[in-house]
């Protein structure tokens, strides 16, 4: 065998394909190995080159090699060729693809922690929300349904450390009347003021006076107060219109 004949006889396409007789086989097997140069331009696979470059194995099928390549075979070869000749530019960008997943993997669990915060955000807004408009709903004035009314009587040795009267807080609303007994205090024009305790100030009455009974008379609307403890203080007023403290008593509303 010669390269003339190899050539008009398609000799390399059918070895690749695997019709070649055994003899024609060993043949150009053996010519492969003689003559390097030429298998050195034959197009085909890299790692079939190598091994026609080698000594033959004496239990070859054909005396040469193992066994003549079929078309299976030498796609299997081109696909081993192809990865084993990747460039280290194929591989840079394979890790690099391998990087840009991980970053978006990293960005998508960060946006989703990001939106259960922002979901929690709002729940408790909403949750706020719902307190607030519970607290305008009790605090909203309603008429009164009827008159509950207390005597109070003021001490006047300082505050009182206990409430003088304990109420259960009213509803539907109810005007509460409170007669404060001001028969021991000798002032005859008062000014009330009454603050709900660790708050704020209620209101403040100025210049009341008493009944024939020596007694104070307020009436609340139990809806314009909350349930809570509340102070109530008892200032007189002097000829000269100052001031001065004359008692104290607590009411309590539960």
Not at 78 to 93: A, F, G, N
Not at 131 to 160: D, I
Request: net charge negative.
């Amino acid at each position: 065998m010669d390269r003339a004949y190899i050539e008009s006889q398609e000799v390399v396409e059918r070895y690749l394909s695997g019709d070649l007789l055994v003899r024609e086989a060993r043949a150009f097997e053996k010519y492969c190995l003689e003559h390097p140069e030429f298998l050195a331009r034959l197009p085909i696979p890299v790692r079939l080159k190598t091994r026609l470059a080698k000594r033959p194995f004496e239990d070859s099928e054909t005396g040469m090699f193992p066994a003549i390549p079929s078309s299976a075979t030498r796609e299997a070869a081109e696909m081993s060729d192809d990865i084993d000749d990747l460039s280290p530019s194929d591989s840079q960008r394979a890790e690099g693809r391998g990087r840009q997943l991980a970053l978006l993997l990293v960005a998508v669990l960060v946006a989703g922690a990001g939106i259960a915060y922002h979901l929690m955000a709002v729940q408790k807004l909403e949750d706020r929300l719902a307190t607030m408009n519970t607290s305008a709903e009790t605090a909203r004035l309603k008429p009164p349904s009827g008159v509950q009314s207390y005597k109070l009587t003021p001490g006047t040795q300082g505050p009182q450390s206990a409430p003088s009267v304990s109420v259960a807080w009213p509803d539907p609303p109810q005007l509460l009347e409170l007669r404060i007994d001001v028969t021991e205090v000798r002032f005859n024009t008062f000014s009330v003021t009454i603050e709900k305790a660790g708050e704020a100030r209620i209101m403040q009455i100025r210049r009341i006076s008493p009944d024939s009974n020596r007694e104070l008379r307020i009436a609340l609307n139990s809806s314009a107060f909350g349930p809570g403890e509340y102070h109530i203080d008892l200032q007189g007023y002097t000829w000269r219109g100052e001031l001065v403290d004359a008692g104290w008593t607590r009411l309590q509303l539960k």
